[in-house]
C-alpha cells in the first residue's frame, strides 16, 4: 500500500475515535489541555501565538483564545487563502469569527495578515500524532506549506490521547512537531 493509503486508512480510523468521545469528554480534556498549554515556558514568554478556531469534534479552543487574548497575546488564527495555501490573520477576539470555507471559523478579511517569521508559538490541530512529533492531518497540506515560514516559532501539537498512535508514514513534505500535548500531560518529541 501507498503511504496515501495507509494514510487515508488511518485519518478515518482516528476521526472516528475522535468523534467517539462525548461532549463532556470533550469539554473536560480540552480544560486539561489548554491548562498543560499555559503553564509552558513557550506560551508563557511568546508574544505572539498561532492557534485554530476548533471544530466541533476537536479540542475546544474558543476560551482558550480569549484567555490568550487578555493575557496580552498577539492571537493568529489561519486563514484559508488558496488551495492547500494558508496564512496567519490577527484575531482580536473570538467574536468576529466567521465561517468560511470548509465552514473552518476565521478572522473577518480587514483584519491584517501576519509575518510567519514573527510568530513565536504554533498550536497546532492534526488528526494523528506520534510520541516523535509526526503529525497527519486533514490530507490539505495547509499546515505542511505554512510551518516552514515560521522559522523561530516552538510547535505544539494539541490533541486528544485517542489520536496518538506509533507510527505515521511520512512523506518528504510532512512538517512535524516538537511538543504534543494531550490531556495526560506533555511528551517532548524532538
Not at 485519518?11 to 475515535?17: E, H, I, V, Y
Not at 508574544?47 to 474558543?62: C, G, N, V, W, Y
Not at 490530507?139 to 496518538?164: E, H, K, W
Amino acid at each position: 500500500m501507498t503511504n496515501a493509503v495507509i494514510k487515508r486508512e488511518l485519518r478515518k480510523k482516528l476521526l472516528n475515535r475522535r468523534r467517539a468521545l462525548s461532549d463532556a469528554e470533550r469539554r473536560a480534556y480540552s480544560q486539561r489541555i489548554w491548562s498543560i498549554v499555559e503553564a509552558t515556558k513557550e506560551y508563557r514568554e511568546a508574544k505572539s501565538i498561532m492557534a485554530f478556531a476548533s471544530m466541533p469534534d476537536e479540542i475546544a479552543s474558543l476560551r482558550f483564545l480569549q484567555r490568550a487574548i487578555a493575557d496580552g497575546k498577539e492571537v493568529h488564527i489561519p486563514r484559508i487563502t488558496g488551495c492547500g495555501i494558508i496564512t496567519a490573520a490577527r484575531l482580536y477576539s473570538t467574536e468576529e469569527l466567521l465561517p468560511a470555507a470548509f465552514d473552518i471559523l476565521e478572522p473577518p478579511k480587514i483584519n491584517p495578515i501576519t509575518d510567519p517569521a514573527m510568530i513565536d508559538l504554533m498550536l497546532i490541530s492534526g488528526v494523528g500524532f506520534t510520541e516523535s512529533g509526526d503529525r497527519l492531518g486533514m490530507g490539505g497540506g495547509y499546515y505542511d506549506r505554512f510551518l516552514p515560514l515560521a522559522t523561530g516559532a516552538a510547535r505544539i501539537a494539541v490533541a486528544f490521547s485517542c489520536q496518538l498512535v506509533e507510527m505515521i508514514p511520512i512523506d518528504a513534505t510532512d512538517q512535524g512537531v516538537d511538543v504534543v500535548i494531550t490531556e495526560q500531560g506533555i511528551i517532548k518529541c524532538r
